[in-house]
């Protein structure tokens, strides 16, 4: 019973760590992986998509890498879900998240 | 003798008869400035027009590359067409479609608004637009609007369409993400669906000539040529690398290659 008891805390300790992790809001500059980024037509829509979300100041698609980096204007704080809400809606896979990035 | 003159005329009549099998075959490359990335072509007298809206741009060039004229500051162009003098543009993240004449720009003015315009066409008093987001095409003839489409994977529904022709009483859609051209009327009936059996891989070019009608298969780096009944003719792969839009003149066909800075020539022999 002990056993469970710690297994169980260890397991929700986890959960709200990871929860607290993807929540993290997203400030300055910020690459993301995305996957079919190929696709110009594609690439652009993200980028419409992209531009909707209040805070995002710039926004460069690199077609041959398949990435976005995202400016967020100072000062502004953008949640992560958000921003993967808006990837997945545009019909693409989010990747990695690369906080702090110049470019 | 009478059988050997008997023999040589029906041989005569059966070679004039034979039907003329001429092919596309790769002439050569137009290479653009470097950082061009093409998307699209309009001609205009002896040059092209291209988008190119990775650098936010248009370029005119001559037959060898040579810059001869620039559009700058278009948020995204993507299918351009040109009709009568003038160069239609649609910009892609403003769902604007602009109309370049004489050095003058002005705003089309259309009665419905589009999400993403991908790619028009325009015939006399009539425009036809893929509205990329929407999954239909906008059809306006004398300001009144209808549309054609909606979101799907049946017959006579679009995934993001990118292109669109009008030819005759038909529209040709690239209906891009279900990997196939559709042929409408236009009530919007369906009346014919070219290319999936072909493997087409992303439609997003259609372009016409007397004969019949190519089309990009994007993802597969091909152009496919098919007769006016949509029966394959010929698939073109020499040359052509991520081609976006296609582009018929007399006995030349231009490929854009959006993943390099040229434009591919076939001739026609």
Redesign the interface.
């Known amino acids: 019973m002990k056993k469970l008891l710690i297994l169980l805390f260890i397991g929700l300790g986890a959960m709200t760590l990871n929860a607290q992790t993807e929540n993290k809001p997203l400030e300055g500059k910020v690459t993301i992986e995305v996957d079919g980024l190929?696709?110009?037509?594609?690439a652009?829509?993200l980028?419409?998509n992209l531009?909707q979300i209040e805070g995002v100041e710039s926004i460069d698609i690199n077609?041959d890498e398949g990435s976005v980096l995202l400016g967020i204007a100072e000062g502004k704080q953008i949640s992560e879900n958000v921003v993967l809400k808006k990837i997945k809606a545009a019909g693409f896979t989010p990747g990695t998240i690369k906080r702090g990035s110049d470019g | 003798m009478d059988r050997f003159l008997i023999v040589l005329v029906f041989s005569l009549f059966l070679f004039s008869c034979k039907k003329e099998n001429k092919e596309w075959t790769f002439k050569g490359k137009i290479e653009l400035p470097s950082k061009a990335r093409p998307l699209a072509l309009a001609k205009t007298g002896n040059d092209l027009w291209f988008s190119d809206p990775e650098q936010f741009r248009l370029l005119k060039v001559n037959l060898n590359g040579k810059v001869l004229d620039s559009i700058v500051g278009i948020k995204r162009p993507m299918n351009i067409d040109f009709n009568k003098g003038k160069l239609y543009v649609p910009e892609f993240l403003t769902d604007t479609i602009w109309i370049f004449e004489n050095g003058r720009k002005s705003a089309l003015s259309l009665n419905a608004t589009p999400e993403a315009p991908a790619g028009l066409n325009v015939k006399d008093d009539t425009i036809a637009i893929s509205d990329f987001y929407n999954h239909r095409i906008i059809l306006q003839i004398n300001g009144q609007v209808s549309f054609i489409g909606k979101e799907g994977h049946d017959r006579g529904e679009l995934y993001y369409p990118i292109d669109v022709k009008i030819q005759g009483d038909k529209i040709y859609v690239a209906d891009a993400y279900n990997n196939q051209v559709q042929v409408f009327d236009f009530e919007g009936k369906t009346l014919n669906v070219i290319g999936k059996e072909d493997g087409l891989n992303v439609a997003s070019a259609i372009a016409f000539n007397k004969e019949g009608f190519a089309v990009t298969d994007q993802e597969n780096s091909r152009v496919l040529i098919y007769d006016l009944n949509g029966t394959l003719q010929q698939i073109l792969t020499t040359n052509i690398n991520y081609p976006t839009d296609v582009l018929f003149d007399e006995n030349m066909l231009y490929i854009t290659n959006f993943k390099e800075n040229t434009i591919t020539l076939y001739q026609l022999n």
């Not at chain 1, 190929?38 to 594609?42: E, K, L, V």
């Open positions: 190929a696709c110009p037509f594609c652009y829509g980028e419409k531009k077609i």
